[in-house]
């Protein structure tokens, strides 16, 4: 499978920023947004000014997404946020799992309709606890994925009719039909990552409906074809790539966060640039990203 993908360009890092464990990539009103859920931060980068901000988040904060009100909304610990750049206060808009103290939320997509959808999973990362929701205009729905370990993504294919899942510690992606309720249709499985070749983490689709996985311990990104077909491989000079977005002006600039988390200061040495963020350019953009319809 490795020989037959077509190479990319190798990434830079843009920003210096040691993140513990960089996830919720988007790209919203010319600026890079990113979370760094372990030390708590939400990130931003304006690469055309060079401008670099940062907020502390109040918990473990895995993806800040564009909200129809103005602000973002912003999935921490205990739930559903909205988090105010202006002033940097948070606000509370739902609570996710009360019942699972133990889990917070990991990654999550907007769609073309407004619909946020993310997962939770176990802090451990081992009890699978974890499940896939649906939040549609002030209400919170089970999507009716469950048992998951660490959830990843989901990612939602351009015409909006295809859900892709992660399952991390099972290597594997997943696909469901969206009915036009929202409701899921049955799992298929798309991919299954290589014994050795590293843990999916969050994806993203292009507008080709190309799946790009950042792989956790593998040293690399991957663009996959909507039946599983590796197409492109990126390789990074460190090990733990988390998640992709596409930026710029013309949607052809990726960014990709990266983790440094449980790591030693002799393994860090290693991979000095372990925790940056990186780009790199593609052919084939991606999607913009929708608001929240709250």
């Known amino acids: 499978m490795r020989g037959g993908a077509e190479m990319t360009e190798a990434p830079r890092v843009v920003w210096e920023v040691a993140a513990q464990l960089g996830e919720g990539p988007v790209w919203v009103n010319d600026s890079f947004w990113f979370t760094d859920i372990k030390q708590h931060k939400i990130h931003r980068l304006h690469p055309n000014r060079g401008d670099r901000r940062s907020w502390d988040a109040p918990e473990q904060i895995g993806f800040v997404l564009p909200a129809s009100s103005g602000g973002f909304v ?16 948070f606000r509370l808009i739902q609570e996710v799992e009360p019942e699972h103290p133990r889990n917070r939320l990991n990654d999550g997509v907007v769609d073309a309709a407004g619909r946020l959808w993310f997962g939770t999973m176990d802090n451990g990362e081992r009890a699978k606890s974890g499940s896939f ?49 929202g409701s899921l249709g049955p799992s298929r499985l798309i991919v299954e990552i290589e014994e050795g070749g590293g843990f999916p983490d969050g994806p993203t689709c292009d507008a080709e409906g190309c799946i790009w996985i950042g792989l956790y311990a593998g040293w690399e990104a991957r663009r996959y074809s909507p039946s599983g077909e590796l197409l492109e491989r990126v390789r990074f ?9 596409f930026g710029g002006q013309d949607l052809r600039t990726v960014y990709a966060t990266t983790a440094r988390q449980k790591m030693s200061a002799e393994e860090i040495s290693r ?13 084939v953009p991606g999607l913009p990203c929708p608001r929240i319809a709250l």
Request: hydrophobic residues 40%; negative net charge.
């Open 74 to 89: 912003a999935g921490l610990q205990s739930g559903l946020h909205h988090f105010d750049p202006g002033s940097g206060e």
């Open 133 to 181: 929701y649906r939040f549609e205009r002030g209400q919170l729905t089970h999507a009716g994925l469950s048992g998951v370990a660490i959830t990843n993504g989901p990612a939602i294919a351009p015409d909006g009719r295809t859900l892709y899942w992660v399952d991390t510690l099972e290597r594997t992606i997943s696909a469901c039909e969206i009915a036009q309720d």
């Open 237 to 245: 000079p460190v090990a733990n790539i988390t998640k992709l977005a």
């Open 271 to 283: 991979q000095p640039a372990i925790g940056h963020l990186f780009e790199f350019r593609v052919d």
